[in-house]
């Protein structure tokens, strides 16, 4: 190893706390005879894993754990137990575990003794760091002008890479809707679907008021968070991902809290999965803008028109801005890519949502009770 | 095999015993629920390798900071003589961004096709009224035997 050791300080010692109370979760799932209780240790194992993804500099990773791993997976989650009410789990026979305890040890054994020859944590000349990831530090600034190194990487260097991801979630969005509806089924029988309700018109219970009242207040402040952390993608953690999760989770939250029925006015399903679409839409013209202005797909340098670009150049110089025209058209790229990114992901969310939750109002009259 | 060694190298086997926790889960379960959860700790154990892997010793977020900053400062008092200058980038140390940017699309892609996975799920319940893999396959061949 070439770089430092690695000190024996409280952040160390705070890593090892967390990664042990990863084990932990993972045994105590491994041994939850219910579906709940496994569900809300999986919880629990993203709020931990969060925070260890902190103590490796992992920001924007930690960031989309917390949202996806503690928020979106679980209510996804419960929504499928409910469905299937399926919360016991069946006992594993004796073979069974002892087969699948050999083959997971013997596994572990032979990749434990693989990871021996693996660099060690933290060093700074390993393969992975000292060649293409370094380059990303060197030239980020230079070649996109954003601050943020991982926004730099994922929508400017790897945009199309990023453009993959997009459609998959987009796919998958697709086939949770093919499987299980658009959750129109939940408000076809309710009377309130015709008429758009205020905001403060009294739900027919009374019950939740608080939890209404705490929702009217951070629903509000849910969304802005997630504009905020859209904009700021460039300059601090955050960005398309994390802003289109965090959007859904308070569309969610106001199903949760105030009824299915009643959001599907607020949000229609259908404009949610319209706005999944445009997304990767959007994404493929943003990439074709830059073709037909003599670049290659997705390349930034090329967003705006080559004679605009000059023309902004002598205007930038004029006005005495510095950064040259280069830099806004890398701006305005990284910009489009986070907001297609962010309504893809917000539209799936809510789709993905509304077909489990739209499915609950058949289901929870046990059939034939 | 010295202490210093166990110190920067333990973070692979307990990510491996993370990952072989996940798949313990998918061998032994047969509620399909449970099954897609050892799924999705699996997938999670295969992303904290690649971030330990991209972590860089005495560095910072890849959040492009000045050196001559108050944190730049504060970050670069912590680090060995030259050691900013040979591994840094314009004095401060960053970790890798790249593993960043590759887990952070791949956890979000993760929940959707976790999503995919619940609704066979819902739908294999609706169509066998079970969800443990025993009894949809006992369900299914006595379907096979009727026909």
Same mark, same amino acid.
């Given at each position: ?28 799932? !491994? ?61 594993? #026979?004796?073979?069974? /575990? ?7 040890? /013997? ?56 453009? #993959? ?5 987009? =796919? =998958?969005? /697709? ?38 009242? +705490? ?13 905020? /952390? ?6 601090? !953690? ?43 839409? =959007?994404?493929?013209?943003? #990439?074709? !803008? ?32 510095? #950064? ?15 907001? =297609?990114?962010?309504?893809?992901? +917000? ?21 034939? !009770? | ?59 910072? *977020? ?20 030259? @050691? ?43 169509? @066998?009224?079970?969800?443990? *893999?025993?009894?949809? %396959?006992?369900?299914?061949?006595? *379907?096979?035997?009727? %026909?």
């Amino acid at each position: 190893m070439t770089g430092i050791a690695p000190p024996l300080d409280a952040n160390t010692l705070l890593g090892f706390g967390l990664l042990t109370m990863l084990v932990a979760t993972v045994a105590a799932i !491994a041994l939850s005879r219910r579906t709940m209780t496994a569900i809300l240790l999986m919880s629990v194992y993203s709020a931990a894993s969060t925070m260890w993804l902190l103590l490796m500099d992992a920001p924007d990773v930690a960031f989309t754990e917390a949202v996806v791993g503690a928020g979106v997976s679980t209510v996804v989650l419960l929504g499928a137990v409910l469905l299937t009410r399926g919360e016991r789990v069946a006992k594993a #026979g004796r073979w069974r /575990v002892a087969a699948a305890a050999a083959v997971t040890l /013997v596994l572990g054994g032979l990749l434990v003794y693989a990871a021996i020859d693996l660099p060690a944590l933290g060093d700074p000349a390993s393969p992975a760091n000292a060649h293409v990831g370094r380059l990303y530090l060197e030239a980020a600034g230079r070649d996109t002008g954003a601050d943020n190194v991982v926004t730099a990487v994922l929508a400017s260097y790897r945009g199309f890479d990023t453009l #993959g991801e997009a459609s998959v979630i987009f =796919a =998958a969005g /697709v086939g949770v809707a093919l499987m299980l509806g658009f959750g129109t089924r939940a408000t076809q029988d309710d009377p309130r679907r015709s008429r758009v309700r205020g905001l403060d018109a009294l739900p027919e219970s009374d019950h939740h008021v608080v939890l209404r009242v +705490a929702a009217k207040l951070l629903i509000p402040v849910i969304t802005l968070c997630a504009f905020y /952390v859209l904009f700021h993608g460039e300059t601090g !953690a955050g960005g398309g991902f994390q802003a289109g999760v965090v959007a859904a989770v308070a569309i969610i939250l106001h199903a949760l809290v105030f009824g299915l029925a009643d959001t599907m006015v607020a949000v229609r399903p259908g404009a949610a999965r319209a706005l999944a679409a445009l997304g990767v839409l =959007a994404y493929c013209g943003l #990439g074709v !803008a830059s073709i037909v202005n003599g670049g290659m797909f997705l390349d930034h340098d090329f967003l705006l028109p080559p004679a605009f670009q000059t023309r902004l150049q002598t205007w930038l110089e004029s006005a005495g801005i510095s #950064g040259g025209a280069h830099d806004w058209g890398q701006h305005l790229g990284m910009l489009a890519v986070e907001s =297609a990114v962010f309504i893809t992901v +917000a539209g799936t969310m809510v789709t993905v949502f509304y077909g489990f939750a739209g499915r609950l109002r058949d289901a929870v009259p046990e059939p034939g !009770a | 095999m010295s202490a210093s060694w166990l110190l920067s190298h333990y973070t692979h086997p307990v990510v491996i015993v993370l990952m072989m926790g996940g798949l313990y889960i998918v061998f032994t379960s047969g509620n399909l629920i449970k099954r897609m959860i050892g799924l999705a700790i699996f997938q999670t154990s295969a992303a904290f390798l690649f971030i330990a892997l991209g972590k860089v010793g005495g560095g910072t *977020a890849p959040i492009t900071i000045e050196a001559t900053s108050e944190a730049g400062q504060a970050l670069g008092q912590r680090l060995p003589p030259g @050691y900013a200058a040979q591994f840094g980038v314009e004095g401060v140390v960053y970790s890798n961004p790249l593993p960043h940017a590759l887990i952070l699309t791949a956890i979000v892609v993760g929940v959707s096709t976790l999503a995919v996975g619940l609704a066979i799920a819902v739908r294999i319940r609706e169509a @066998y009224g079970a969800v443990e *893999a025993g009894e949809i %396959e006992r369900l299914d061949a006595e *379907a096979g035997r009727a %026909e």
